[in-house]
DNA sequence: ATTAATCCTATATTTACAGTAGGTTATAAA
DNA sequence: TTTATAACCTACTGTAAATATAGGATTAAT
């Protein structure tokens, strides 16, 4: 599933890309919020449905809704077998909801804090530059709803039926 | 150097935050190329001034020298014992310049290629989003010049001397 | 020739991610 | 009330990249 290392002096320095990567659990996950918004307002989603129609492993599913659940972001219908859904409308959840389900906080660099704001007294030029970076990201993140996705998602599925995700 | 894991299900689930982080060759290498670009039209800096005035170990700054001269950004006054500069103009470096010196692409999501294009045929709501923030990050890193900077952190030097960078 | 800076390879260590396995509990249906 | 099945939870493993460090070879200045 990866790709080879790009070195230099053949050995070490650089490696393939790992950081600056978002993990799969957020991807899923935001996979399978977007399954349960195509779904609002309906009977509710089965584990086992999302599983097959999103192609991610059952059990590995286990995780990412235990995940949304901790979060607050989906509830059984009414007990067990009566499928998922959403606790919002998918208008009022961002990705960056989502993203937190997975992760504490989003910070590209440790001595960053919540709110974007720099922990360190002394002056750091870049430490400027990478608090921007990650407010434009939280920012974006933040900007975007669920429901703009299920939207795109459910308009592209009625215009080829049988498509299938990826990521 | 890490922090606590954060579980739910008391295992698993969700991790210490690795992903979305930025790697400390891409900080050390833009910190390198600030102190350089401080020295820009000077004398040029040995690897043991860079290694003592950032404080990154010297072995280690090997690699980034390395990797900053292999992708062309820096290189020898003349011969060695003469120094490190840079090779452009500061004003003419953006962040992503560095940036490339260290990973091969910026690619949050694997199934997005370089021009921000998704290899997919199908259509994936999901991706679109990840290929926009992608494009937005990319984007902020071209934007942003080495010499902003340089200037930057040479002024807080002078208002405060003695400051120490910590990213 | 000596010194020292650069240049290069190899290797160690850590640890989070990604994923699997195996189980218990709850609930609906038979 | 038995059975089937879905949800719920814990534990564990394999892998691979990141983050270094060590040691030496090469080159150039004095």
């Known amino acids: 599933m990866h790709s080879k290392r790009i070195y230099f002096y053949t050995t070490n320095t650089i490696g393939k890309v790992d950081k600056m990567k978002l993990n799969t659990k957020t991807r899923y996950g935001v996979r ?3 399954e349960l918004a195509m779904d609002w307002g309906g009977k509710g989603l089965l584990q086992k449905e999302i599983s097959e129609s999103q192609g991610i492993s059952y059990k590995y599913l286990d995780h990412i809704i ?40 989003l910070l590209i660099v440790d001595c960053l804090v919540h709110d974007g704001k720099c922990t360190n ?23 975007y709803r669920l429901k703009e996705l299920a939207d795109k998602q459910m308009q592209m599925n009625m215009d080829s039926a049988g498509s299938v995700y990826v990521i």
């Open 121 to 143: 007294e002394r002056y750091c030029a870049s430490n400027e530059l990478w608090c921007e970076l990650n407010t434009i990201i939280v920012k974006y993140l933040k900007s």
């Open 32 to 34: 399978t919020m977007i």
């Open 66 to 105: 235990s995940a949304l659940k901790a979060r607050g972001l989906i509830v059984n219908v009414e007990g067990k077998k009566s499928g998922y859904r959403l606790t919002r409308n998918p208008e009022e959840i961002t990705v960056y909801d989502i993203y937190k389900a997975f992760e504490p906080e």
